[in-house]
């Protein structure tokens, strides 16, 4: 099972694992985690930023704040239909000069209505001139079910049923992704809301491997199949929903993870946020709040025991979004 062993770059600060393990209590530098990409193209931050906000101004002011705290990873898609908001967050940090360019991973995606691979060069260009950036540092196909090509992001029949596309395979699509980064036009390349079989399938059929694979993915859903496969083939396994998108049941509650939280003087979202870190994936995690942002960026590694008590104690297993059944994006709403 991965644990802190699998930790593939930090950052020089003099600190081993064993010791930021050790020294729970202490700041540490896990929260600069990076992992290396496998085509050349760089590392990872492991800590990530999802901007799933519905709201634009809160789109804009939780990017800012996000980038502000020290997330260096962000992720957008044409999908969320704000890129516009996150772009012009992006630019605010940039020209007050903290911060430049190449120093924040910027990933966007695909979406549905984009599979072939005529659409896949025109919908990039139009997510970068969005954001307001000039290459991605990766660009991921959002899911694997290509529905209707056009303008529609939802296109539905009469009766409301989602009109796919059977037209265009997943291959198709990867093919137009791998000519991008041939192009010099994004970094790096990867799959979302992904089985085990067709980051197989896509794995072994690819000129340019995916870099990464984004899945749902937490203490309820850890995908160690996955995560196995990803790590033995050099592709970084990207978890979102990583404190279980505050639905019910809520991870943030779960006892194991109260417990630990409250013997290693952490929160409970620091303590999914480490974890998830020290079993070896990137993670994404998204708030509108601050404080909370503040929060998830301020994460230190857990003792080894606890990486172990987590993945081997926490025995509820629940996926909450269902986007990888239909490719309809969207949360389960379940009962408290
Ligand atoms: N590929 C896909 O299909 C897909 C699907 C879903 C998500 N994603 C990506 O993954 C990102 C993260 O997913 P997610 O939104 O489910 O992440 P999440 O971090 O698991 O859940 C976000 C929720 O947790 C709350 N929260 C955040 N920090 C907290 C803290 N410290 N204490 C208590 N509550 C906290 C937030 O509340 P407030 O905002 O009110 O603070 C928000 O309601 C998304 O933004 C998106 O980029 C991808």
Known sequence: MSTLTQIRDMPASGLTQKQSASDSAEPDNLRYTKIPLNNGSG?????????????????????????????????????????????????????????????????????????????????????????????ADLYLIHTPFAFQPGDEQDPRDASGNVIYDKGVTLLDT??????????????????????????????????????????ESHPYLPQWDLLDYCTKNGIVLQAFAALGHSSEPNLLKDPVITAIAKRVNKTPAQ????????????????????????????????????????SEGVKLRVRFNAVVETGVPGFIPRGK
């Open 43 to 135: 590392a990872i931050p492991a800590l990530g930023f999802g901007t799933l906000i519905p709201d634009p101004i809160a789109t804009r002011i939780a990017t800012k704040a996000a980038l502000e705290a020290g997330f260096r990873q962000l992720d957008a898609s044409e999908r969320y239909r704000n890129e516009k908001e996150v772009g012009e967050a992006i630019q605010d940090v940039f020209k007050a000069g903290k911060i430049n360019r190449e120093e924040v991973c910027i990933a966007t995606k695909v979406w549905n209505n984009n599979h072939r691979p005529e659409r896949v060069k025109p919908a990039f260009e139009a997510s970068l001139k969005r954001l307001q950036i000039d290459y």
């Open 174 to 215: 990867w093919g137009a992704l791998e000519r991008l980064v041939d192009k010099g036009r994004c970094k790096a390349i990867g799959l979302s809301d992904v089985s085990l079989a067709q980051t197989q399938e896509i794995f072994e059929a690819a000129r340019i491997k995916p870099a990464v694979v984004h899945v």
């Open 271 to 310: 303590v999914l946020l480490a974890w998830a870190i020290q079993r070896g994936t990137a993670l994404l995690t998204t708030s509108k709040t601050p404080s909370r942002i503040k929060e998830n960026f301020e994460v230190s590694a857990l003792p080894e025991e606890a990486v172990q008590e987590i």
